[in-house]
């Protein structure tokens, strides 16, 4: 290339110097829209986490005989470690049961003079939508409605809770993604409407331009490399205002009150990354692209 | 130099551009295209530099059908070509220097080139005071000169001006066309449009007249001499209309 990159460097300083509002508008355009973003990323995982991990705690309980012997329950054990599809069986024994209970409701458990519940295993299917099938497995072995093992009193029967769950959990993933998705081209559009704006602005410096003989590129150049600065000057400010948020607002609530803390959200540094490259290829491309029409003469 | 050879362009409102008009300019030439708005001389300034295709008929420069020439390589065409438009057409963001160095810049020569180029032009057009003022601190004058200086500075061997006195006062419009008669003077074919008689008929050059986009007068005239200095050529600009001759 006969031009060096330090002259489309300057010229492209030269137009934002002189043409300052335009360039302004992208700039708090792009800024904003990307907090938009950045707050939005870890609000989609937060929810998404959330609900994966409710449908994590989906579970199978299954009840022993009241007089269910030691032996019986590591037969019981066994069988259910060998059905397919489950991941984990815990097992809880009637005095831990009764420690639990108790702690969760005193004054009712005080008045029991002995233990009335059994010993309990809890059934972890290796995915929340495995849980009916693990569920028919134990409660209705071989499609004969009988018991897998005959030391087994009773299973949970939560199929109605455990169908809702997963419906709502599957709305939340999906509802979010359609968000996310459509935050997404919300940006992409506005980040090209203000290009396209400012570049409308100085449509006739392409006309005299192109009269003067310059070639497509080299009129381009000067405007993709202007994209590129006002994007990472505005995910610089973007990131710069998210991080402060972060240690001011967010740390302290996450410190007192657990919700927020808990699902795992993208680190700050993937974070500001994300938003980097995003500001970046858009601002860049889309600079790029809005001249084309401007270039028709 | 520029040859049209039956040249038809249509508009899409249906109006006609030029039809079926042709002529010819030899090297050297400075001719003059009169007639009234809508006559077609912005057609035939836009057709020469690519900006509008023909709907009929073939344009040749230097012997070259312009209709072969591809889209990408319009503004390698387009630089040996000088425009000079009405509204001088200059860059609002750049000042009288950056304005001429930019057409230099465009064709990729090194900034030392431009150093010893530009001074030199602007000198030619009587700029060399005003080199870092920006086009809005410039009066009519001053900017049509800028943009004939940027027009000019490659040396291109033809320069197009579509009304380039248009927007500016007699006197001023004296200066330009004796700048653009110096310019023909180191062999530039010049083809001016105007609609100013009073000023073409002083001149004494080659005239075609279009009138609905055909070609109704070529005055070939030959009245003038070739050699005359661009202060006679000044001078009998400011002199009373003489009786128009007519061959």
Redesign the interface.
């Given at each position: 290339m006969k031009h060096s990159l330090g002259f489309f460097l300057r010229e492209s300083l030269r137009a934002m110097r002189r043409n300052a509002a335009p360039s302004f508008a992208a700039l708090a355009t792009v800024t904003v829209t990307l907090i938009v973003v950045g707050v939005f990323i870890p609000i989609v995982q937060a929810t998404t986490g959330a609900a994966n991990s409710a449908a994590g705690k989906v579970m199978v309980d299954v009840y022993m005989q009241r007089h269910a012997t030691h032996a019986e329950d590591a037969r019981v054990m066994g069988e259910l470690r060998r059905l397919p599809h489950v991941q984990r069986v815990v097992f809880e024994s009637k005095a831990q049961a009764l420690a639990q209970q108790r702690k969760q409701d005193p004054l009712a458990y005080e008045l029991l003079s002995g233990n009335p519940l059994p010993d309990t295993f809890h059934v972890y299917p290796t995915a929340p939508s495995a849980v009916l099938a693990v569920r028919a497995e134990i409660a209705d072995a071989g499609g004969q409605g009988q018991m897998l093992d005959p030391a087994i009193a009773s299973v949970s029967n939560h199929t109605q809770d455990t169908k809702r769950l997963l419906t709502v959990t599957r709305f939340v993933t999906i509802t979010a993604a359609l968000l996310a998705a459509l935050l997404i081209a919300a940006s992409v559009l506005l980040i090209g409407n203000t290009i396209r704006l400012s570049l409308y602005a100085r449509r006739r410096e392409v006309e005299v331009m192109k009269l003067v003989g310059a070639t497509d590129w080299f009129i381009r150049w000067p405007f993709v490399i202007e994209g590129v600065v006002v994007g990472a000057a505005a995910a610089v400010m973007a990131i710069v205002t998210l991080a402060v948020a972060k240690v001011v607002v967010l740390d302290p609530l996450a410190s007192n009150w657990g919700l927020i803390s808990a699902p795992r959200t993208i680190g700050i540094v993937p974070l500001m990354f994300v938003l980097l490259v995003a500001g970046v290829g858009v601002s860049a491309v889309g600079s790029g692209l809005s001249l084309r029409r401007f270039l028709r003469v | 130099m520029i040859e049209f050879r039956a040249v038809t362009k249509k508009y899409g409102t249906g109006a006609f551009g030029l039809d079926e008009a042709t002529f010819s300019v030899d090297r050297g030439d400075f001719v003059f295209m009169i007639g009234s708005t809508g006559s077609g001389k912005s057609t035939v300034m836009r057709l020469l530099?690519k900006?509008l295709e023909p709907t009929e008929g073939t344009i040749l420069v230097a012997g070259r059908d312009i209709s072969s020439i591809k889209r990408r390589q319009v503004?390698?065409?387009?630089?040996n070509i000088g425009?000079v438009f009405q509204d001088f057409?200059?860059?609002?963001?750049?000042t009288v220097y950056d304005n001429v160095a930019?057409?230099l810049?465009?064709?990729?020569h090194s900034r030392k080139e431009i150093r010893a180029k530009v001074p030199d032009i602007l000198r030619l057009t009587g700029l060399s005071t005003k080199l870092h003022n920006y086009p809005d601190q410039l009066s009519g004058g001053e900017q049509q000169r800028v943009s004939i200086a940027?027009a000019f500075v490659n040396h291109p061997p033809l320069l197009l001006a579509d009304e380039p006195t248009g927007n500016l006062d007699p006197e001023t419009s004296i200066d330009i066309m004796r700048l653009l008669y110096r310019i023909n003077r180191t062999g530039t074919t010049v083809l001016v449009a105007t609609h100013d008689h009073a000023m073409v008929d002083k001149m004494r050059r080659r005239v075609l007249e279009l009138s609905r986009g055909r070609v109704v007068r070529d005055e070939a005239t030959g009245l003038y001499t070739r050699d005359e200095s661009t202060r006679e050529f000044a001078q009998r600009l400011r002199s009373p209309a003489e009786a128009p001759q007519i061959l």
């Open positions: - | 530099i900006e503004p390698f065409y387009r630089r425009v057409k200059l860059l609002p963001n750049r930019y057409a810049q465009v064709t990729g940027r």
